[in-house]
């Protein structure tokens, strides 16, 4: 049973931090693409973030770059999202998703649609 378990959003002024994390258990870890996508009231779902486990390739949407970080500690099976300079925009729900991959050029921004698992989400709102 493949869980992945998202953690760390709040409420946070402008300019401020947030750490997300995904904890994921019940499958084979090494080899997948994980994804942070973000859906605020109204709006489409729409991709963040993406990491290669395999091997630490990430991918970034355009409006995060230079914010955002993504990363994985193999070790507690968590992949994380470092979110600087918040901006209110980025308010929305944050969801972690997964989906197994054989190969680094299989894990790029791809669509929602793509990722097998999803956490429940966490609540990011900027002010």
Not at 11 to 33: E, H, K, P
Not at 38 to 55: D, F, H, L, M, S
Not at 76 to 93: C, F, G, H, I, R
Not at 95 to 124: K, M, N
């Amino acid at each position: 049973h493949v869980q992945l378990v998202e953690s760390g959003g709040g409420s946070v002024q402008a300019g401020g931090s947030l750490r997300l994390s995904c904890a994921a258990s019940g499958y084979t870890y090494s080899s997948n693409c994980m994804g942070w996508f973000r859906q605020a009231p109204g709006k489409e779902r729409e991709g963040v973030a993406a990491i290669y486990t395999g091997g630490g390739s990430t991918y970034y949407a355009d409006s995060v770059k230079g914010r955002f970080t993504i990363s994985q500690d193999n070790a507690k099976n968590t992949v994380y999202l470092q979110m600087n300079s918040l901006k209110p925009e980025d308010t929305a729900m944050y969801y972690c998703a997964a989906v197994p991959v054989l190969t680094r050029r299989s894990c790029y921004l791809r669509p929602s649609s793509d990722f097998r698992y999803w956490g429940q989400g966490t609540q990011v709102t900027v002010s």
